[in-house]
């Protein structure tokens, strides 16, 4: 066993990291609109304008087999809308894809 | 199996004491008790004993009744069983030694077991202390033996719970809520009826409420005359309640103890909840409704608009 005051501990190794490989920073929230009937919209909103959010739909209607656009909004910036209830899909997808980490998403709705 | 592995040892201290005269008298007693409470009696030396323990936990709280008994009879005891080692020179004197010792540490706990069958619960906090210091100083009174992990478990336990009554139901009080009542109105609208009374039990402004849950369902809604919320939508009563457990967790609990006793302030338009029990105070999330999609008909808001 290691004594654990004597381990080399790098105070900012934290801080080194996230700037180096983070594109993302902010929170990235997953919202649900319901529509008429049983319909109902996914949004995405706050995902870094570096990503090509085009590129990201893309791939994402053929996953999720849904329809989906980019808007642009002007406080908001590109926000990704999806057809039909994609909240869950879309969390997965862009956690695997390493676009985004799992702590920042929030989803919200019900 | 358990009581055969108990009732062991209790009999050979049985035939120790007999052999020494004065202590009969003491014995009679000792032995009624360990009739009554066999389960106990092996506490330090059968190594199946971890779960007894923990069982009497709460037990042993209520018991610190009458030490005064026990440390005179102990006291009494001690001087009086060396004659009986020395009239007895076959056993090894390591075995009587440590006989003895769990011998005192059974006549104790049997004590206790006595008390929680005889006395009424209702110990005033005032003779409780007494009682605990002497019933601390008893047990390790008399022995410059090595104290077993039981007892000193037992002890710590004890002086917890004696710094601390909340805790010796063993559980944190919960926050209990009542299930939001939520009713479909026509097709389009949904009514959660105790909006108000939820609010309520939550100590929350409604209005700070209603931003949450509309921001969060991304919907409209408002508050009618019976003090009941009409959201637009379908939603569902686990739905709401889903949505009513995050509020919650980020408005109502506090973040630090978890404790529901918190106020919301608001400092600088930020909200910030200032916990009653540990006295923490931390910003909390603002609420934004965020991106809204167009769901509704594009030609009515061109023609609201233009």
Same mark, same amino acid.
């Given at each position: 066993?290691?004594?654990?005051?004597?381990?080399?501990?790098?105070?900012?190794?934290?801080?080194?990291?996230?700037?180096?490989?983070?594109?993302?920073?902010?929170?990235?929230?997953?919202?649900?609109? !319901? +529509?008429?009937?049983?319909?109902?919209?996914? &949004?995405?909103? $706050? =995902?870094?304008?570096?990503?090509? %959010? *085009?590129?990201?739909?893309?791939?994402?209607?053929?996953?999720?087999?849904?329809?989906?656009?980019?808007?642009?909004?002007?406080?908001?910036?590109?926000?990704?809308?999806?057809?039909?209830? !994609? +909240?869950?899909?879309?969390?997965?997808?862009? &956690?695997?894809? $390493? =676009?985004?980490?799992?702590?920042? %998403? *929030?989803?919200?709705?019900? | 199996?358990?009581?055969?592995?108990?009732?062991?040892?209790?009999?050979?201290?049985?035939?120790?004491?007999?052999?020494?005269?004065?202590?009969?008298?003491?014995?009679?007693?000792?032995?009624?008790?360990?009739?009554?409470?066999?389960?106990?009696?092996?506490?330090?030396?059968?190594?199946?004993?971890?779960?007894?323990?923990?069982?009497?936990?709460?037990?042993?709280?209520?018991?610190?009744?009458?030490?005064?008994?026990?440390?005179?009879?102990?006291?009494?005891?001690?001087?009086?069983?060396?004659?009986?080692?020395?009239?007895?020179?076959?056993?090894?004197?390591?075995?009587?030694?440590?006989?003895?010792?769990?011998?005192?540490?059974?006549?104790?706990?049997?004590?206790?077991?006595?008390?929680?069958?005889?006395?009424?619960?209702?110990?005033?906090?005032?003779?409780?202390?007494?009682?605990?210091?002497?019933?601390?100083?008893?047990?390790?009174?008399?022995?410059?033996?090595?104290?077993?992990?039981?007892?000193?478990?037992?002890?710590?336990?004890?002086?917890?719970?004696?710094?601390?009554?909340?805790?010796?139901?063993?559980?944190?009080?919960?926050?209990?809520?009542?299930?939001?009542?939520?009713?479909?109105?026509?097709?389009?609208?949904?009514?959660?009826?105790?909006?108000?009374?939820?609010?309520?039990?939550?100590?929350?402004?409604?209005?700070?409420?209603?931003?949450?849950?509309?921001?969060?369902?991304?919907?409209?809604?408002?508050?009618?005359?019976?003090?009941?919320?009409?959201?637009?939508?379908?939603?569902?009563?686990?739905?709401?309640?889903?949505?009513?457990?995050?509020?919650?967790?980020?408005?109502?609990?506090?973040?630090?103890?978890?404790?529901?006793?918190?106020?919301?302030?608001?400092?600088?338009?930020?909200?910030?909840?200032?916990?009653?029990?540990?006295?923490?105070?931390?910003?909390?999330?603002?609420?934004?409704?965020?991106?809204?999609?167009?769901?509704?008909?594009?030609?009515?808001?061109?023609?609201?608009?233009?």
């Amino acid at each position: 066993m290691s004594i654990q005051n004597l381990n080399t501990f790098d105070p900012f190794a934290d801080a080194i990291k996230s700037s180096e490989d983070d594109v993302q920073d902010g929170l990235v929230h997953v919202r649900i609109q !319901q +529509r008429s009937g049983r319909k109902t919209l996914t &949004t995405v909103q $706050g =995902l870094s304008s570096e990503y090509d %959010l *085009k590129k990201i739909v893309r791939a994402c209607k053929k996953e999720f087999a849904c329809n989906g656009t980019v808007v642009e909004h002007p406080e908001y910036g590109e926000v990704l809308q999806l057809q039909g209830d !994609q +909240r869950e899909n879309i969390c997965q997808w862009l &956690t695997k894809s $390493g =676009l985004v980490k799992p702590e920042q %998403l *929030k989803v919200h709705g019900f | 199996m358990d009581e055969d592995m108990v009732f062991d040892p209790s009999l050979k201290k049985k035939k120790k004491k007999k052999t020494g005269f004065d202590m009969e008298a003491a014995l009679a007693e000792q032995e009624n008790t360990s009739a009554e409470a066999p389960a106990e009696t092996g506490d330090v030396d059968v190594p199946e004993d971890d779960n007894l323990d923990l069982d009497t936990f709460g037990k042993k709280k209520k018991k610190k009744k009458k030490p005064f008994f026990n440390l005179e009879e102990i006291e009494n005891a001690l001087p009086e069983t060396p004659p009986t080692e020395e009239p007895e020179p076959q056993e090894d004197e390591v075995i009587d030694d440590l006989d003895l010792d769990i011998d005192f540490s059974k006549s104790k706990k049997k004590k206790k077991k006595k008390n929680v069958d005889e006395l009424p619960t209702e110990d005033d906090v005032k003779g409780e202390d007494q009682e605990n210091v002497e019933d601390v100083h008893g047990d390790w009174i008399g022995s410059d033996r090595d104290y077993t992990y039981d007892e000193l478990l037992e002890r710590v336990f004890d002086i917890m719970r004696e710094k601390n009554p909340s805790m010796v139901s063993g559980k944190k009080q919960k926050f209990i809520m009542r299930p939001p009542q939520v009713v479909r109105i026509g097709t389009k609208k949904t009514s959660f009826a105790n909006f108000t009374e939820i609010c309520k039990t939550l100590h929350r402004q409604p209005k700070h409420l209603l931003d949450f849950l509309l921001a969060e369902l991304g919907t409209s809604g408002s508050v009618d005359g019976n003090s009941q919320l009409i959201i637009k939508g379908r939603f569902q009563q686990k739905q709401i309640e889903n949505v009513l457990r995050r509020y919650i967790k980020e408005y109502v609990t506090c973040h630090t103890c978890r404790s529901p006793d918190t106020i919301l302030q608001k400092d600088t338009r930020l909200f910030f909840l200032q916990c009653e029990t540990c006295g923490s105070r931390c910003s909390v999330a603002s609420i934004k409704s965020g991106f809204q999609a167009v769901t509704g008909k594009r030609a009515a808001i061109r023609a609201k608009t233009a």
